[in-house]
């Protein structure tokens, strides 16, 4: 029933709260078009149908596949797949088709988005269709005011600042080939200039993925957040899936860092996978390869190319036969083979993802 009422409330007031990393995202306005595909999407999902009745309503879009750094449990050091860009053209052909519909844009992948020249176009251009979006950088992009201006005018909702220590030894540890005082600087800068121009935009999300070498330095970063003026710190946990072996030696010892519960031999607790994604937030790959979500690479599952098969765009793949296969798959519980069996979401609630959120915007 309170689910029931909740909808009546959301099509009465047309307001909308989408809540993405413990941040809140706040529609109000609603068109009419993005209400209806929002209860469509949620419909199919709630009733388990194998086919999708409405567009998504997230996408993640990734901009390049390229980057800077060499994290060590990042695809970006463990793949063999080809380095690109995503055009501008491309960018903005997916999103006349989708944009009206869509409610979220999740603008990165494994790379580097800040990399991409055309990025602050196309956070530009889809924030002309009416979308809340979210993206997320290493840091390294930010000495130049010009730079800084163009995100500022982009209108880009929420920007992730990766910052995995506070001491350079610290830091370099995980962030391979980064350097911790240049993007210490060009967070510094970032903030001082959004506060010289006046703007509220982006928001400033400070990560801190915790490993075994940095917990001991949440407190410090907690103060250094606040000390330089971000507007939320979140603690993010390591997810292992694509280099366990690595990965496992930089687990926090302290529980409350980590992602997953684990039982009396420390294997991770399973629990019944309830996602989403294949319902309401695929991904599509800088080459336009469409998969699920970004636990695959594209290598091992493709579901389409959105810039070169069919000839029917998006629609033809979301809303096509082998789509309906892996939700059909998914729903059987046939998951053998697929990332699905094995990602984050066996094993913990998706809040997990982030374990701590501070907000500092008010202190």
């Known amino acids: 029933m309170r689910r029931v009422l909740n909808v009546l409330k959301t099509f009465g007031t047309r307001r909308l709260v989408i809540t993405f990393d413990k941040i809140d995202f706040t529609y109000t306005a609603l068109s009419w078009k993005r209400l209806r595909n929002w209860f469509l999407s949620e419909l199919s999902y709630v009733l388990k149908s194998d086919r999708a009745w409405a567009y998504p309503t997230h996408l993640q879009i990734e901009p390049t596949n390229m980057c800077n750094l060499r994290c060590p449990v990042c695809h970006i050091v463990t793949d063999n797949k080809p380095r690109g860009l995503l055009s501008l053209k491309n960018f903005e052909k997916l999103i006349d088709e989708v944009g009206d519909h869509l409610l979220f844009l999740h603008l990165w992948g494994w790379g580097e988005p800040f990399i991409n020249q055309d990025f602050f176009s196309m956070i530009a251009y889809a924030k002309s269709k009416g979308l809340k979006m979210i993206s997320s950088t290493n840091g390294h992009f930010f000495e130049e005011e010009k730079n800084i201006d163009h995100l500022i005018d982009s209108g880009l909702d929420v920007l992730i600042f990766a910052l995995d220590g506070v001491i350079r030894e610290t830091y370099e540890k995980y962030r391979h080939q980064g350097d911790f005082d240049k993007a210490l600087r060009g967070l510094r800068f970032l903030l001082q200039r959004r506060k ?164 500092l915007k008010n202190v």
């Open 196 to 359: 010289q121009r006046g703007a509220s935009s982006p928001l400033l999300n400070l990560r801190m993925l915790v490993t075994r070498d940095n917990e001991d330095e949440v407190p410090k970063m907690r103060r250094l957040a606040q000390e330089i003026g971000v507007d939320v710190l979140t603690l993010k946990t390591l997810n292992t899936f694509d280099n366990e072996a690595e990965g496992n030696c930089l687990l926090p010892l302290q529980s409350e860092y980590r992602r997953f519960e684990y039982n009396e031999s420390g294997q991770p607790i399973r629990k019944k996978n309830l996602c989403k994604k294949l319902w309401n937030h695929p991904t599509v790959y800088r080459d336009g390869v469409v998969v699920p979500c970004d636990y695959h690479t594209g290598l091992e599952l493709s579901l389409g190319n959105v810039f070169s098969d069919y000839g029917g765009g998006f629609r033809e793949i979301w809303f096509g036969e082998r789509f309906r296969q892996l939700r059909a798959r998914f729903l059987k519980g046939k998951r053998s083979g697929l990332r699905c069996e094995n990602c984050a979401l066996n094993f913990a609630n998706v809040d997990r993802c982030v374990s701590h959120v501070f907000n």
